[in-house]
């Protein structure tokens, strides 16, 4: 059915007329339209239920539809006083809420569409435009994703991507990327996506959605092995570690971050819609962000249950249940380096661990929208942090690392889990990644370019580090100096004392000068009460390998 225009004069007396040349309107009347007209590029407004238990009515842009999906033969049976399905839940509807942070992306039932509310139709392509030559990309460098006209598209974002996937997988490629045969996938570099939530963790103060004042980040850096950069490659990007991050303002990263995705604006990534609702790991019950590689089999179950310690996945409860009969471990399977208090970090080689460490990238796929690879954790040691109770050691978060990096980067990936998110868990990983790198004997620095999450959790790091120091410090102090004793590259040093404003020219030179909002916030961070690492703890050699264990291949 073709979508219907509404009879009366639309968007500033522009009328549908009958002749072709009339342009169509730009949103159509509450009632003069159907759900059959509700395609891949309108914006509607959809009922959004609160945690509360109310509900409230948000517009939201349609990014693709699908049948509903059968239930999976895993699937729990509907209890029996359920309600009768509404027949408006045959068509699923992949919405993202405007003006809210993309992991807020989901799948709804038709019923929760609003129809008696003005709906916009998509954009034409060539309006507002001028003539470009075929090909070339819009001022933003990325073409936006919209449908034409009021014709319903042959084929859904999700089939594409779907499509795209298996034949990557089938090929033994990373997804989103052709890979020469007998060759291995370089990494590539992740362009740092606009805003600040998380991983902000995220906001203004550091403190919105996943990144909290204590520094705690969902991600910092472009990817690893497993976790690898989104589908685009930043040319311009530094690949010197000295090189510093571009500057943002506060305001610019709380709003990028906000109505944002976590990690990357490749609009590319959009058609990979999220195939999981929620993970059960442990005693939490997590719900998911993004797409994550997990068996087309388990796309569509109500929960998917993890062990928290093997990390393998089951459909049911009853299946983890007997599994947790036979799983032995309780930590994670690599050799304890760390421990104070209840905290401990385990060193785990991806090519001694290949098993374990991709269940811990495709666990991380759920709330990392820039990952691509989940298979190729050969080229990295992983640094996992696990909290101590009775029953185990369980994981709060990891690291990753390369085993040889060209580029002098300490940490490929950074990832706190949801559930432990807004501890201070996060700036615990950053330090201790810099605890490595002194006992190296090196400057550290994570993977370049960060996520504008991860830029806020490392320069809250950054800054805390520097201000102590100068503080501490009776005599003059140079930049080296400051390098050496915090494994700080001087290309981060001189980027967040850019960023705070703290660099002045005197007396025909430059200084660092403490500025009162530098120390105002300084006193505020430092009267916290939280964890830090305790370098006598640390029972760790840096790990050496041989030119034949370097050899990554299949």
């Known amino acids: 059915m073709a979508p219907s225009t509404p009879s009366t004069p639309q968007g500033g007396g522009r009328a549908s007329g009958s002749d072709s040349g009339s342009p169509a309107p730009a949103a159509a009347a509450p009632g003069s339209y159907h759900i059959e007209d509700v395609i891949p590029g309108v914006k509607i407004f959809v009922t959004k239920p609160l945690p509360n238990g109310q509900a409230e009515q948000r517009k939201a842009e349609v990014l693709s539809t699908r049948p509903k999906p059968k239930p999976s033969a895993f699937a729990p049976p509907p209890p029996p006083d359920a309600p009768p399905p509404d027949p408006r839940d045959d068509t699923e509807y992949y919405v993202h809420y405007v003006e809210f942070n993309k992991r807020l992306d989901e799948w709804v039932g038709g019923s929760r569409l609003i129809l008696d509310k003005e709906m916009e139709w998509p954009k034409p392509k060539d309006e507002g435009k001028k003539k470009e030559r075929p090909g070339k990309a819009t001022p933003g460098g990325v073409t936006p994703l919209r449908a034409t006209g009021s014709p319903r598209p042959t084929g859904s974002l999700l089939k594409k991507a779907a499509t795209k996937a298996a034949s990557a997988v089938g090929k033994g490629t990373p997804l989103g990327k052709d890979a020469p045969s007998g060759k291995i996938p370089q990494k590539r570099r992740a362009k740092a996506e606009p805003g600040v939530d998380e991983e902000e963790e995220e906001d203004a103060d550091g403190e919105e959605d996943g990144l909290d004042a204590d520094g705690d980040v969902s991600m910092s850096a472009a990817s690893d092995g497993g976790l690898d950069a989104d589908g685009e490659v930043d040319l311009t990007a530094p690949s010197n570690p000295q090189a510093a991050p571009p500057v943002f303002s506060k305001k610019q990263e709380i709003e990028k971050l906000r109505t944002s995705g976590s990690m990357t604006q490749s609009h590319s990534e959009i058609s990979r819609v999220k195939n999981l609702n929620k993970l059960q790991i442990g005693k939490h019950e997590v719900e998911t962000w993004y797409f ?29 249940k007997r599994h947790r009969t036979k799983c032995t471990l309780l930590h994670p399977p690599g050799n304890e380096i760390y421990r104070h208090d209840n905290i401990s970090f385990f060193e785990i080689d991806g090519r001694r661990q290949r098993t374990w460490c991709r269940n811990l990238c495709l666990i991380s796929k759920c709330f990392l929208d820039h990952k691509t690879l989940y298979y190729d954790v050969d080229p990295f040691m992983y640094y996992c942090m696990t909290i101590k109770d009775d029953y185990g050691c369980h994981l709060i978060g990891y690291f990753s690392k390369e085993k040889e990096s060209a580029e002098g980067y300490n940490v490929a990936c950074i990832l706190t889990l949801p559930q432990h998110q807004r501890k201070g868990y996060g700036r615990l990983l950053i330090e201790f990644s810099y605890e490595l790198s002194k006992v190296e004997g090196k400057l550290g620095s994570p993977e370049k370019p960060l996520s504008d999450l991860g830029l806020l959790g490392y320069r809250a790091y950054w800054q805390e580090k520097i201000v102590d120091l100068l503080l501490e410090s009776d005599d ?8 050496q004793r915090t494994s700080i590259t001087h290309g981060d040093i001189m980027h967040t004392c850019q960023a705070l404003q703290m660099i002045k020219y005197y007396k025909g030179g430059h200084i660092i000068h403490l500025t009162d909002a530098v120390l105002e ?20 050699k840096p790990p050496v390998f041989s030119r034949a264990q370097l050899a990554f291949g299949f």
């Open 292 to 320: 994550s590689p997990y068996p087309i089999e388990y796309a569509h179950l109500p929960t998917l249950y993890i062990c928290e310690f093997c990390l393998l996945y089951y459909p049911t409860f009853t299946q983890l």
């Open 521 to 540: 916030q300084h006193q505020k961070t430092m009267s916290k009460v939280r964890r830090s690492i305790s370098p006598a703890a640390l029972k760790w």
């Open 476 to 483: 003059e102090i140079s930049l080296d100096e400051i390098a």
